[in-house]
């Protein structure tokens, strides 16, 4: 109990004699979570707007024009028979011209009642886990295989912009995620390291009357602990309240889960343990 009590007296000492120190620790390790919090959230906002543009994304096959009609439903089948294809949609020459004529918003087929030029297609939806390029060039192939196919259209070019933004958007919170890291660590070892110093003739002269290094480490291991942790709270309280103050009506926000939110916290609280042992580590020899 004694050991107990000389821990948090430690602890108590150490804010007290040095609050400005434990102060720039936390206001700067919850700028730094903050930022990342923002990013995080960012991040799982455009996921779901990608997400769904992506479930828009369909692919248009275009049957040949000597095609009986007769064996629309066999080529049909074939093509609904394809891995990956949620759904079908056959769009007769006479759809075909009513969704031009909305699309332009006069009919350009007058006087053509008798013989309509345009084609006969299928209109394919996918499985989410097909929505990617290679998947949907893997379908694209195979349904070029079928001997009625004139032609497949989907929006290739823009799948492919979309990946690759994609992929440098995850690339870039990485980056950020790795910086915020090294940086949280940096400012953290800093903070607890000038407070210990202020405690050296003190620290050592407990190292001679025989007290064990972890037992004098443990007062800056859970200092850096609550700085940790208590800053990452800190962050998502100061983005919790805004939400309350600012609405967005084109869009929703992505809020991380409270179970993310809090192995979040205990990580940046592992983080703070990691530090306040850096920062001491020097002292320890």
Not at 254 to 260: K, N, S, T
Request: glycine share 8%; proline share 2%.
């Amino acid at each position: 109990m004694s050991r107990i009590a000389h821990i948090l007296k430690e602890l108590s000492r150490n804010l007290y004699r040095n609050p400005g120190t434990a102060l720039g620790s936390f206001l700067s390790l919850t700028l730094l979570f903050l930022l990342f919090d923002l990013y995080w959230i960012a991040a799982g906002t455009s996921g779901q707007f990608y997400t769904r543009l992506l479930s828009e994304l369909k692919m248009e096959v275009f049957i040949s024009e000597e095609t009986a009609d007769s064996t629309l439903p066999a080529i049909e089948a074939a093509i609904a028979a394809t891995e990956g294809v949620n759904a079908i949609e056959y769009i007769s020459r006479g759809k075909a011209r009513e969704e031009l004529s909305q699309l332009v918003g006069i009919d350009l087929l007058v006087g053509y009642d008798t013989l309509n030029p345009l084609p006969r297609s299928f209109v394919l939806d996918f499985s989410s886990d097909y929505l990617t390029t290679a998947e949907m060039a893997g379908i694209e192939s195979e349904i070029r295989k079928q001997p009625d196919v004139s032609q497949v259209f989907y929006s290739k070019r823009w799948l492919q912009k979309a990946e690759s933004t994609r992929k440098t958007i995850l690339n870039f919170g990485m980056a950020l995620g790795a910086l915020i890291l090294l940086t949280a660590l940096i400012s953290s070892v800093n903070g607890i390291r000038l407070s210990s110093r202020a405690r050296a003739v003190g620290f050592h002269q407990m190292r001679l009357l025989g007290a064990g290094r972890f037992f004098l480490a443990v007062p800056f291991l859970i200092e850096g602990m609550l700085i940790g942790g208590l800053s990452a709270a800190a962050g998502w309280l100061l983005i919790f309240y805004a939400r309350q103050k600012v609405m967005f009506t084109q869009f929703e926000l992505v809020i991380p889960a409270v179970e993310e939110i809090s192995i979040f916290c205990g990580a940046t609280a592992l983080l703070g343990i990691i530090s306040g042992y850096l920062g001491i580590r020097k002292l320890l020899r």
